[in-house]
């Protein structure tokens, strides 16, 4: 990963953290002897929390078989919240606290990681065939000046999310177009239904709306230009996206009190069946398919709807293997965490698929007619895909990302107009 992702708010943090290389050792690795054999436990953190998300159960029967089959070195797992854990991570990393294994984004969120030497360079622990078991590209966003840091564990694309038994309710058209996604939403509110679900107040899921429509709007290309300050925000490409956002929210296409739910809470209602459109990320699909789900069968997976005036193809898509579990330079146990991370990574992208909650990176054997509807109906839009921008507050980093969200919430709180919008975006790139 060559040097673009980087930003003077990155720098800053890659100061405070190598000011704290001097001090004491990882403090998350404990070690206890019995006998004439070493007992090992290894920290691991990640972002799964709720008891009702597939990607939480998945993780913990992964993390089960491994403490199974090797007793002397044992996962301890703590996951926090999404949002709460990306700020608890900088943190820990900072004060030379984290755990010997946890989740991250790739890009410019881990750039000052990796500057500050924090992560361990795993390319002498893949020379086992690790990386022939991984598919092509996989590594792409976890990979900075030519050395590998992290394994990824599942493809996340942006997935428009219908529920085709409400619409068929309501004698209303499933949208394929934005033009048509107006019509719906119109038809949904006369009927006092809300028509979109978003958790504005974790931000980066509002944040996926402008994306995927300055995707639309420009194509996959020219955003991924724009991030890498190649091209400028004040493009009317970004001001059209910022203005067909701020449509959505006039319409009326979004809970009224959307800025104070968060994802989980915004999510409820549409996995209720209350809700007859989401745009999230493709691991919710497991969530949608568990046994007791009471919208299993009744959803189907689109690509964001396209546009008629747009230049972006409509099979690009927003995501891609950006999420990887990584070790801690400063663990302890640097071998015994590195063969963790491949058990952990490679077997959690085989259960993700198997169980609808993601398209796997690795090579995976499964038996594709146990595959569930949905993820298939997602696999197909993956394979298809033209195209793709991963997530930009993961392109960005530190403060940057933060600025980004920050102005798209401004759009749904009605508090700035696109041409603002596009200015203040381009001042990143000034920087």
Avoid at 11 to 33: D, E, H, R, V, Y
Avoid at 177 to 184: I, K, S
Avoid at 200 to 227: Q, T, V
Wanted: glycine content about 8%.
């Amino acid at each position: 990963m060559n040097r673009k992702f980087m930003k003077i708010s990155s720098l800053l943090l890659t100061i405070a953290l190598t000011s704290t290389l001097m001090a004491c050792g990882n403090k998350t690795t404990s070690t206890t002897q019995t006998g004439s054999n070493q007992k090992i436990t290894l920290k691991l953190w990640h972002i799964w929390t709720s008891d009702t998300d597939s990607n939480k159960q998945n993780v913990e029967a992964v993390i089960k078989e491994w403490n199974t089959a090797n007793p002397n070195v044992q996962i301890e797992a703590e996951g926090t919240e999404n949002e709460a854990y990306k700020t608890k991570i900088k943190t820990a990393i900072s004060a030379n606290e984290a755990p010997d294994i946890f989740v991250t984004w790739g890009a410019g969120f881990s750039q000052p990681f990796v500057d500050a030497g924090k992560l361990l360079p795993l390319d002498d622990y893949l020379k086992d065939g690790t990386k022939e078991k991984l598919l092509n590209g996989a590594l792409t966003y976890l990979t900075y000046n030519k050395k590998v840091y992290g394994l990824p564990y599942a493809n996340d694309i942006g997935i428009f999310y219908v529920n085709k038994e409400l619409f068929d309710k309501n004698n209303i058209k499933i949208p394929t177009t934005y033009d048509e996604l107006l019509v719906a939403i119109k038809a949904f509110k006369s009927k006092g239904i809300t028509p979109m679900a978003v958790g504005e107040k974790d931000k980066w899921p509002g944040m996926f709306y402008y994306d995927a429509l300055a995707l639309r709007e420009g194509g996959a290309k020219l955003s991924n230009s724009a991030l890498a300050k190649k091209s400028s925000f004040e493009d009317p490409t970004f001001v059209n996206a910022s203005s067909k956002l701020s449509k959505l929210v006039d319409a009326g296409a979004f809970n009224s009190a959307a800025l104070g739910l968060t994802r989980d809470e915004s999510e409820v209602p549409f996995l209720q069946g209350k809700i007859p459109m989401y745009y999230n990320g493709s691991w919710l699909a497991g969530t949608i398919d568990q046994g007791k789900s009471v919208v299993k069968g009744k959803v189907v997976a689109m690509n964001f709807p396209a546009l008629s005036d747009g230049k972006g193809g409509a099979d690009e898509v927003l995501g891609g293997a950006i999420n990887g579990f990584v070790v801690n330079a400063n663990t302890e146990h640097k071998a015994e965490a590195a063969k963790a991370v491949k058990f952990i990574a490679e077997n959690i992208s085989k259960k993700l698929y198997t169980t609808g909650a993601g398209i796997p990176t690795w090579k995976v054997d499964v038996d594709e007619s146990k595959i569930a509807p949905l993820t298939k109906q997602i696999s197909v839009i993956a394979k298809k895909s033209t195209g793709n921008v991963v997530w930009w507050d993961t392109y960005l980093s530190g403060a940057d990302a933060e600025v980004h969200k920050d102005l798209v919430a401004q759009i749904f709180g009605k508090q700035i107009t696109p041409a603002k919008f596009a200015k203040q975006m381009q001042a990143i790139n000034k920087k």
